[in-house]
C-alpha cells in the first residue's frame, strides 16, 4: 500500500483543486445573465432559428471534421517517425511513403469532390 501513497496523495490534491476552483469561481465570478446565456450551449450569440425536429446539418460540416480528424492523424504518425527516422532505416521509409500515398490519394479524391469549396 505504501507504494500507492503518493498517487493518492496526488489524486487527493487535484480533486481538491478543482474543488477549490469551481467553488471560488462561482462565489467571485460576474453574474450577468441575459436570454442567450441561458440557453443551451450558452455563448452569449443569439442562435438561428432551427426548423421544428432538429433540422438536417450539410454533410459538408461532417467532411471537414473528418478532413481535420485525418490530418490530425497523420500528424500523430509522422512525429514518432520523425524522431526515430535514423534508426527505422530503409524500412521506415518504405512505410511513410506508403502512408503518406494513402493520405495523398483520399485527399485528392476529397478536393475533386468538392468537399474543400466553402460554396
Known amino acids: ?7 493518492l496523495f496526488l489524486a487527493a490534491l487535484a480533486a ?4 477549490f476552483s469551481v467553488a471560488v469561481s462561482t462565489l467571485t465570478g460576474p453574474k450577468r445573465y441575459n436570454r442567450a446565456k441561458l440557453d443551451s ?5 443569439e442562435p438561428t432559428p432551427q426548423p421544428i425536429g432538429g433540422g438536417r446539418f ?7 471534421a473528418m ?7 497523420e500528424i500523430m504518425f509522422l512525429v514518432p517517425w520523425a524522431v526515430h527516422f535514423d534508426v527505422l532505416g ?4 518504405v512505410a511513410v511513403a506508403l ?5 495523398t490519394v483520399a485527399y485528392a479524391y ?3 469532390r468538392g468537399g474543400l469549396d466553402w460554396d
Do not use: H, Q, S
Not at 505504501?2 to 498517487?7: A, D, G, K, N
Not at 478532413?67 to 492523424?73: C, S, Y
Open 16 to 19: 481538491g483543486f478543482a474543488i
Open 90 to 93: 530503409g524500412f521506415g521509409l
Open 110 to 112: 476529397e478536393w475533386r
Open 58 to 64: 450539410p454533410v459538408k460540416y461532417y467532411t471537414v
Open 1 to 7: 500500500m505504501e507504494l500507492y501513497t503518493p498517487v
Open 67 to 73: 478532413t481535420f480528424i485525418v490530418f490530425d492523424v
Open 99 to 103: 502512408f503518406l500515398l494513402n493520405l
Open 41 to 45: 450551449y450558452e455563448c452569449g450569440i
